[in-house]
């Protein structure tokens, strides 16, 4: 007989993995939601759940539960407003506040999103609340977030992993893990080592006892390689993982610098969703106009939820606006493939437990993130945005790859040329939005 926690059976179990195969080719679109209230986080599941689209829940957590320091935490709930805190103190609140919260989300699987080094209490709290679905991974909640050494994050992350599946095992409920390797930095990384590192915390969880994970990507700079780079991680994860583990992709909307006005930011959304449908994932990481700025408000994001939604059924019926852009069957992913294959197996190969083959490979070089500053990153490798917009090595380092080809600059990327890249998606968008009203105003006068 399964035996659970009283406060777990006022969740309604819905399997994550399960609800998203289960869309039969709608996109499934998500918010990146946390607010510290758990009558306004409640609010805002419950808006979610009742928002009349194909939709999961977030509980997005806070810094000072990222890090650990649920003290600070819990301090500044004793602000009335909550002003302190930028999400919700899974930990501080306990299991029976987060199962009250989580059950607003009738309907719809709710998942915990936390950017920790050191999960294990969060997926402990996650888990005697009845959930059973968080996402993130030693490589990517460590590199770009801090200094946790990468050898303990691993270390957490292993312990985590194998407690989230055991613990979800003995409540008769699937565990599902997101890899958080498909985004790293956010921006100016090569597709293809988004790719490479999503494949290999994928494998990781399955490693440690998860059989039900999806496997993320970014949008990036140039919208036609991140088709093939969608393209190619389908293709590189039906080489790599059995049979019976349950996965899907899952699509971020841009993650890196935001466009400055509310025309820029939507065109951007708009073209993600378009993205989405036409790289073949079922499931999108919805930002709002409100990203550059501050942290969106509950109507905000459920109109971004909508809007993502609307977009993406009329691409997949329509073609949408994005006539210029082909669909995952038509591209040719091998570049992309062929450099996320190589640095996969170059990290394989170091060791049969896929965690030291991890931090081997960031000793080694093998794995080596673009402009990250943590300790146990290299830092010898750099990526560019070519002249055409695609994102391609300018230095790579120790990688099992090629030197770097005739699109990439001749020299070491210098803080100006950085700060340009950093800025030319946001801009690109606001001048091409401005574009866009002055022609439709032309047309109507």
Known sequence: M?????????????????????????????????????????????????????????????????VGDHASARAALRDPEGAGLNGFPLVVHGPGTTAEVAAAADGIPVQVRHGSARPQKIFRTLVRAGLS?????????????????????????????????????????RAHLETFGGCLLGQLCPPSMLVAVS????????????????????????????????????????????????????LYTYMGVFPATEAGAGLLMDRSAELAVRGGVERLIVKTVAEGRRLPTVAENIHALRTAAATAAATAAHGHGADFLPWA??????DVLTEARAVVHAVLDLHEDIGAALL?????????????????????TQGAIAEDGRLVWARTGRLPLAPPTGRAPRARVKSKELIGMLWKTAEQ???????LACVSTGEHQ
């Open 2 to 66: 399964v035996t659970r926690p009283a406060h777990a059976l006022a969740v309604p179990h819905v399997d994550f993995g399960a609800y998203v195969q289960a869309s039969e080719g709608s996109l499934v679109v998500q918010p990146r939601m946390g607010v510290a209230d758990p009558a306004v986080m409640s609010a805002g599941l419950r808006a979610v759940a009742t928002a009349g689209v194909r939709a999961v829940g977030t509980l997005t957590l806070d810094s000072y539960t990222r």
């Open 133 to 173: 679905a968080s996402e993130g991974g030693p490589v990517s909640y460590c590199l770009p977030y801090g200094r946790t050494p990468l050898a303990e994050s691993v270390g957490n992350w292993r312990e985590a992993t194998r407690q989230l599946a055991d613990e979800c095992a003995a409540q008769d409920r």
């Open 199 to 250: 494949i290999l915390e994928g494998l990781f969880f399955v490693q440690n006892g998860v059989r039900s994970i999806s496997l993320s990507y970014a949008q990036q700079t140039h919208p036609v390689q991140d088709v093939e780079a969608l393209a190619a991680l389908e293709l590189l994860a039906s080489e790599l993982f059995p049979d019976d583990v349950d996965r899907h992709r899952v």
């Open 329 to 334: 069957a038509e591209v040719d992913c091998s």
């Open 360 to 380: 081997r490979a960031f000793s080694a070089g093998l794995l080596d993130v673009p402009f990250c500053l943590h300790p146990d990153n290299r830092g010898l």
């Open 429 to 435: 968008h606001d001048r091409q939005a401005a574009q």
